[in-house]
Structures are given as structure tokens and as C-alpha cells.
């Protein structure tokens, strides 16, 4: 028990604490939405590029429309509060691991640090690579459905002016709503961002003793079923889409199998050196 900060509070005195740490986060929560308002435009923009990028190569105006009065407001908002939340995650891990880290093992703490580091690097890495990769894909399979809009037709409103064209056929084009266009982006963004913590979520359960290397190596046939399903569901229809979540999934997969297996070899190392397991013994 030596290897435990020194902590006799008593409960009041915890719960004081986790109401200091939940004001701290919740103001740098609210400081971070603040500032991330006054530049929710050029989020918008940046979101929507993808979108923007396919209209251009099919020669229409790169914008979206609203459809009610309040609809671009409450998607600044929006944005807004998942920025902020983003920004100030560093705030809130902090606050989160200064309450946590007194009640750890010190071999606990040097544990779990790399992990709490490693799992918003790897969000943002599955972040932009739906961003660069998967929803540009998506969004030219979806969009391409649609006919171009003619040179003669009202990009706001999709009409014809009467008189110029008599017997023009009837044609489907795409005028993007700003809050459906984001919510999609938005949905490619979670969804791989989800999917990077793989590694870290497999190698706790490795660490807590729920899963090993030999468990994930007997069921990698059905974890591969499942990636497909998961292919299949989060994108498009659309073969290479499908194929590329699948691989980068299956290779996080792999990875994880092989930290776990380097999890199993450190707890190994170390119950030799405690006497608790015998040379020719192995997890």
C-alpha cells in the first residue's frame, strides 16, 4: 500500500474535489465554445470542402442552402460545441486524471498515462481520415446520382426561368442542406474516429485480463465478418469505400493483437521476477 499517494480524505473532502474538477472542465468547456464561435464559419467551410470539391468537379457552385431561418445559426452553434468540447479535452483529461491518478498504483499510473494520451491522437488520426479519404468518396458516390445543374437553371431555387427552355426534361439535382450535409460528415468523422480506438480499448481489456493474444488470434475470422458488416454499414455502397475501412480496421485489429501480446509478455516477465511463475510456466 506504500506505492499509493498518501490520501485519508474523507468523502466530503473527494467530493469537494470532483466539484472543483467539474467546474474547472465545464468553464474551460464553455471558455473553449466561446472561442471556437467566433470562428465557426471557416469550420463549417472546412467540413464541408469534400462536398464543396465534388460540386466543382462537376461544374456547379460550390454552396449549400438553408431552409429555415434559424438552420445556419443553430449549425454554428452546434459546431461550436463540439469544437469546444475538442479544444478543451486536454482541460478536462487533465482535471479527470488529477482525481483519478491519487487512488492508482504507481506501476497503474505509468500504465495508463500512455493510454489516455494515445486515445485523442488516434480520434483525430480516424478524424482526418474520414475527412481526406472516406468523405470525399462518399460524398462523389452519393452526389454523382444527381444531374449536373444546367447553365440556365436557378441554383437556389432549381427552377427554369419560364420562357427559355419549353421542353426541357425533368432533371434531380443537388442542392445541399447545411445541417444534413453536416450531420453526414459529422457521422464519417465519429464513426473512424471510433473505430481508431480500437488498439487502446483491446490492449486495456489486455491489461484487465479479459482478452488475450491467443483469444484474438482463435476469433480473427469472425472479427473479420464483423469488420466487413461494419464496412458495409458505415459506408457507402461503394466497393473501394467498403475496401478501405476494411483494411485499415483489419490492420488496427492486428496491431491490437500484438500489444496485447506484448502486455502478456511484460505481466509475464514480471511474475517471474516476483517468484509467482515458473521459467518453463506462461500465461
Known amino acids: 500500500m506504500s506505492e499509493i499517494d498518501d490520501s485519508s480524505a474523507p468523502l466530503i473532502e473527494h467530493l469537494a474535489e470532483l466539484r472543483t474538477r467539474i467546474i ?42 438553408f431552409t429555415a431561418p434559424q438552420e445556419k445559426f443553430f449549425v454554428l452553434i452546434r459546431i461550436s460545441v463540439i469544437a469546444g468540447f475538442a479544444l478543451s479535452f486536454p482541460v478536462i483529461a487533465h482535471q479527470l486524471w488529477r482525481f483519478i491518478a491519487p487512488g492508482l498504483y504507481k506501476t497503474e499510473q505509468r500504465a495508463f498515462l500512455p493510454f489516455i494520451l494515445a486515445s485523442p491522437a ?5 478524424a482526418a481520415f474520414a475527412h481526406y479519404v472516406v468523405t470525399p468518396l462518399a460524398m462523389n458516390f452519393f452526389i454523382g446520382f444527381s444531374d449536373a445543374i444546367p447553365a440556365l437553371v436557378n441554383v437556389v431555387t432549381g427552377t427554369v426561368p419560364v420562357g427559355v427552355v ?88 492486428e496491431v491490437s493483437i500484438w500489444l496485447v501480446r506484448l502486455v502478456e509478455r511484460r505481466k509475464e516477465r514480471e511474475l517471474r521476477a516476483a517468484g509467482l511463475l515458473d521459467e518453463d510456466e506462461s500465461l
Open 24 to 65: 474547472k472542465s465545464v468553464a474551460a468547456f464553455l471558455v473553449a465554445m466561446v472561442l471556437c464561435f467566433t470562428v465557426a464559419e471557416p469550420i463549417l467551410e472546412f467540413i464541408a470542402e469534400p462536398i464543396a470539391d465534388v460540386l466543382r468537379a462537376r461544374g456547379q457552385p460550390a454552396q449549400l442552402i
Open 122 to 126: 488516434l480520434f483525430t488520426l480516424g
Open 166 to 253: 419549353e421542353n426541357e426534361e425533368l432533371r434531380t439535382v443537388f442542392l445541399g442542406s447545411v445541417r444534413e450535409s453536416l450531420d453526414l460528415s459529422l457521422k464519417f468523422i465519429f464513426a473512424f474516429g471510433l473505430c481508431f480506438q480500437l488498439p487502446v480499448l483491446l490492449t486495456l481489456m489486455g491489461m484487465a485480463g479479459l482478452v488475450s493474444a491467443e483469444g484474438l488470434n482463435n476469433v480473427r475470422k469472425y472479427a473479420v465478418v464483423a469488420i466487413l458488416v461494419l464496412a458495409a454499414v458505415v459506408t457507402p455502397p461503394d466497393v473501394i469505400t467498403q475496401l478501405i475501412l476494411f483494411t485499415v480496421v483489419y490492420g488496427l485489429y
